[in-house]
Structure formats: C-alpha cells, structure tokens
C-alpha cells in the first residue's frame, strides 16, 4: 500500500513533481535522481501514486541545485545538508568545507590558465601550412614540446 499525502497545514501547500521542478529550476528526472541518492527526501504519494511535495521539499532542491551550480561535489552538498539541519550548530564545519571546495576551485583554475597559455603558444606557433608540419599536432603527439611541464611532461591535464 503506498503512503496516503497527509494533509497539508494551513501554512503549507502540496505540489507535483513538476511544480516543484519549475520552482526550483531543475528537471523532474533531477528530483527523481536526488530523491534515490537521499539528497531529497522521497515523497508521499496520493491515491494516484503521483509525488506530492512541500514547501520545504522547494527549499531544499533550490539549495541543492544552487550548491551543485557552485561545483559542489554530491557527497559536500550531502555534509552541507546534513549541517544545515542543525541550524543552531556552529558553521566552522561549513567553512572548512568551503574552504576545502575553494582551494579546489583555485587548483583546477590554475590547471586551465596553464592550458589556455599552452594552447595559445601552440596556436600562435602553428605556421598555418599542412597537417604533416602542423606545430598544434606535434605538441599533442608530444608532450616534450609543451612549454608548460605537467605530471606527463607537458602541459598540465584538466581534471
């Protein structure tokens, strides 16, 4: 037997999943995907089987989807949520968690300026003749002539 939507409060409304998609700016298959990651609590459903979700249910996604934009990882915005929860908790958790994310953020910009300097060079150094003198197909074919050096020689990877 499926859960029965209980009814909502006075101050609360129940919505479908796509209301819920829209208010919050993501897809339904994205509600379905948090809801069987235990990101999103799973939803009661009516007696037409269909999701019926809270107000809260907007606010939670929107901090998801909000956190996810930021490049949080899944399993950060799962911590993020678990903290959030206890409002009244100190936040030096949460800061250590962006701190962490942001020194992420910075190594992975500084991995694409080194490959935007590199691509740059290998355009500005290409001579624009045929495919066999092409300057931008040897560096890829080897990473000795990269000006940046990396963990293969060359040029940093993305990642």
Known sequence: MKDQTPEPTATERYIGIGELARESGCK???VRYYEQIGLLPSAPRNEGNQRRYTTA???????IRHARDFGFSVEAV???LQMADYPTMPCEEVDTL???HLAEVEARLARLTSVRDELKRMINQCAGGNVGQCHIIDVLSDHRLCH???PHGGADVIG
Do not use: N
């Open 28 to 30: 339904p298959e994205t």
């Open 57 to 63: 249910a907007i606010r939670r996604l929107t901090f």
């Open 78 to 80: 799962r911590e993020l």
């Open 98 to 100: 962006a701190k962490r």
């Open 148 to 150: 940046q050096t990396g």
